[in-house]
């Protein structure tokens, strides 16, 4: 590097600094951000953690009735990953450019999985709410949905990436395109679909305690209910379960993981 | 020829009729199946426990299908204009924007002391549980909690998307300064080079496009969540309007252009962190 190019890469680097400054100094001015103000929250929220959000004998009455709230969310979430996970599988072979039938069929996978992906789930769960109604099923169709696009992009990337010999092997053996995909395929991508597939379970225990706010089911809807009656310490309490709940699923896929990758 | 036989006995299992199993079981395969069966048994109890209240299905089914025909073909807006439809958007993206930039700013410092290869054990491992705890915690609920200290408004709203991009941010990146060449440091550390001359000529010249491309997928993500707290938290920004549209005006072709509006911003976010992630993540990369 001479040292006319570092001179470029500075100036570069100094150019880049100032659009990022200038893009955030419009951002607080757009959203009505104060800056040392909310410095000055940090300290009297956490302190105000501190002495609130503990969990007291009285909370822990309630605990079986978290506990089946929970349960319920934990389930909502497995449910939703796992059926989108086997749909998304049917969209990502259509839509990987190893597998597919035709051009039309990949053009729709892709299209329905951006769609369904970008949408963002809380969009979903509202469009939902409205004729499902508030219980389980529209939490569980909200993340279905949001899942699936986000599952079928990541499995078609791992089909895409799988080892194409074997593919071409099968092929000249004059297989079935059904013996391909499973004997060559499948196998191949199987573990790093499941990696995708737990990582999205976690996910969707998180997204699952927003959906349920604005749904009004699981462990979501019973913080928001005692978040309004400012009812701090069985917060305290719920907000402690979901963390265990978020972390024993996390050690649990990581385990999982280290032996299938 | 007794040992060919006893080699063959070892190397080949037979079933119980006497045909050679062609699957040997190894510990990967046999993984990959528990799974998939715990998660398929899972999955079919989970219906059992579900709550059904109110729930008629065909009726919301038609419904459904009808309210998605009206709002994607029939968007339009009634309750506000398109001067005031951009300016919520641009609210719902600064939010996002003053989340991830202060966030990277600040993971940046702690994946420094997170990082095993420039910090002490000890440190390295408190910062470490502390990131997995708050990013257990969903974000809403940081949002929440900081609402009741801060008051409803933009600043609660970006303290608890910060907490969150922090976590997720010192975990990515820390995982990336960890990856650079040990040479590097081990040649600067022999010429006596501080500490800080490690960081500012050994680590971040060789990370640094690496943990900008982090930090813009996690922009990404935070315009998504920036959305979901407008609706949820009361935040504010385009997630609001989306709410009072479905929620108080039950108004499906306002709805429609919402969520139009969100999908044209989200889709383009996409492609230029699906060009920065093929550019800098050779090898594939959790998002």
Known sequence: MNEKKIHKNKWQTTIFLLIIIFITYLSTAITDFNFIDSIATIPAAIGWMFTNL?????SMAKMPAIMEKLGETIFMSIAATTLAAVVSLFLALLGSKTTKVNNIFSMLARFIASFSRNIPVVAWSLILLISFGQNSVTG???????????????FIESIDEANQSSVEALTATGATYFHIVSKAVIPQSLPQMLSWILFMIETNIRSATLVGILTGTGIGY?????????NYNVVALITFTIVIAVIVIELISNKIRKVIL | METSQAMNQALMKRKRNGQINIKSGNKIDSAVKWTIWVLTVLTVISFFFFDYTGLQLERAITETAHNLRVMFLEPGLSHFGWGEAFYQVGITLGLGVLATVFGAIIALFLSLMAAENLSKPWLSKTIRII???IRAVPTVLWVLIFAIAAGLGSEAAVLGMLFHSVAYLVKAFSEAIEEVNPGIIEALRATGSSWWHIVVHGVLPSTFTYLLSWTFLRFEINFSVAVAMGAAAGAGGIGFELFMASGFYFDLREVGFITYAILIIAIVLEVISTRLKNRYFPSSVKA
């Open chain 1, 54 to 58: 503990m969990v007291t004998q009285e």
């Open chain 1, 140 to 154: 569980f169709l909200a993340l279905f949905v949001a899942t699936l696009g986000f599952l079928t992009r990541a």
């Open chain 1, 222 to 230: 019973m913080f928001d209910l005692y978040y309004k009656s400012m």
């Open chain 2, 131 to 133: 990131v997995a705890f």
